[in-house]
């Protein structure tokens, strides 16, 4: 139990870190912030409960106040913004990711890249998405075009997280608490 929690803090810890690492500038112009990698990476080394744990526990941070989102963003404001929809998909993100990362038997790296593809990006996506169209009253499909130049940056994500995840899994295979 007190091990669980100690992971969960940590990783929440890990996405917050990941937002203050300054955005990348893609070649085509689009910035590009690691916070969602945090997401992943709960996902595929802490498995469907614990990652959506973590990540629940850094977005009642935010609600609190705290500046923990890419930017020094923090506090009930970010509800409302054209976000909302990623900040509070980051646990169903992380669960979905988890969950997949628990059921395939595919190699680790393999597992946790084409984990973090759907959890990480295509479930995070649609409600970050959807919650982006609510708040600026434009169509799903125009909100999705908006959120389009992204996409390479979360592909990058992608291969870092089935990378990372598979160094931690030689390096320490027990703490890939999502195959065990």
Request: hydrophobic residues 55%.
């Amino acid at each position: 139990m007190e091990k669980n929690v100690t992971y969960i803090a940590l990783f929440a810890a890990l996405i917050a870190v990941l937002g203050l690492v300054p955005q990348i500038t893609l070649a085509v112009g689009v910035p590009v912030t690691a916070q969602s990698m945090g997401v992943m990476l709960c996902g595929t080394v802490l498995g469907a409960k614990r990652g959506a744990l973590a990540a629940l526990l850094f977005i009642g941070l935010v609600a609190l106040g705290l500046p923990l989102l890419s930017g020094g963003r923090g506090g009930l404001g970010v509800f409302s913004g054209p976000t909302v929809g990623f900040v509070v998909g980051f646990p169903i993100a992380a669960f979905v990711t988890g969950l997949l990362m628990e059921k395939w038997r595919a190699p680790v790296g393999i597992a946790a890249a084409g984990a973090s593809l759907l959890g990480g990006v295509l479930v995070l996506y649609g409600v970050g998405i959807t919650g982006m169209a609510i708040v600026l009253g434009k169509s799903w499909i125009a909100a999705a075009g908006i959120m389009a130049v992204y996409l390479p940056g979360d592909l990058i994500k992608v291969g870092l997280t089935g990378f990372i995840t598979q160094g931690l899994a030689r390096l320490r295979p027990d703490a890939i608490l999502s195959r065990h």
